[in-house]
């Protein structure tokens, strides 16, 4: 049984975990294969939706699988998972997350590594390491921290809280709340809509504006400046010029 499936329509990969069994918390061999998508996306395809199955999106860490490491190891560990995330974020791909149950510690680290989130509300926000006494390894404290702000994480973490779909809506963690059992038709929608862009555009904006994030201020507009001279100099430019001018839809490359 794969571990997550793969489904390919009209450019629009759909990846699922699918350890239902386990809210589909995150093992080893779970993270290689999805991890293993964005390192080699077919060439067809535009856009890739992440779910989950029987409920939940991705409960975290199997901890039931967990391994006794010592410092050096953990930290590879780590590392590894920063590494594949950062995949998923900065691959060029667009990720659509459609969430629903569990999106807890490891799950909310993926999620957040996703461009456009969108949430049942069944879904519940959690980062419960402090309950654990570990911390964050995969991200958190850069993905999720620079969503909530470090005041309200460190708040998060301690005490373990639980946010609700509409709560994630209000801080940032989701992007849309959709009714139960809409996550997924409404993220194909969008991702739809996303597919349709510019392909430049698309990866000069999931490339640059996360990084501006980080830059002086300074820095930021003249790289704003490389990306508008980059965008707007190509042919996929024109043709959406010469539509808007025409008022039909683009037909991009």
């Not at 969108?118 to 654990?132: D, K």
């Not at 862009?197 to 501006?212: G, T």
């Amino acid at each position: 049984m794969a571990l997550v499936e793969t489904q390919i329509e009209d450019g629009i990969a759909t990846l699922t975990l699918n350890r239902p069994g386990k809210r589909n918390a995150m093992s080893d061999a779970l993270f290689d294969e999805l991890t293993g998508f964005f390192i080699n996306p077919p060439p067809e395809v535009k856009v890739a939706i992440l779910t989950g199955t029987a409920g939940h999106f991705c409960s975290g860490l199997d901890l039931a699988e967990h391994k006794s490491r010592d410092a050096e190891a953990t930290m590879r560990h780590s590392r590894g998972w920063h590494a594949a995330l950062d995949r998923i974020q900065f691959g060029g791909l667009p990720v659509v997350s459609a969430m629903f149950g569990a999106v807890i510690g490891g799950g909310l680290e993926i999620a957040t590594a996703t461009h456009v989130r969108i949430a049942e509300p069944s879904t519940i926000f959690q980062l419960p390491e402090g309950r654990r006494g570990i911390f964050v390894g995969g991200g958190a404290s850069v993905r999720v921290g620079r969503i909530l702000g470090a005041d309200r994480m460190i708040e998060m973490m301690l005490t373990g809280r639980k946010y609700s779909a509409e709560e994630g809506l209000a801080l940032g963690l989701t992007h849309y709340v959709v009714p139960d059992g809409q996550a997924l038709t409404e993220a194909r929608k969008i991702a739809r809509r996303i597919a349709d862009n510019a392909p430049l555009s698309n990866y000069i904006m999931i490339q640059a504006l996360a990084r501006i994030e980080d830059m002086s201020k300074q820095d930021g507009l003249f790289t704003e400046s490389l990306c508008a001279a980059l965008t707007q100099t190509s042919p996929d430019a024109v043709e959406g010029l010469k539509a808007f001018l025409e008022k039909r839809d683009p037909s991009f490359g």
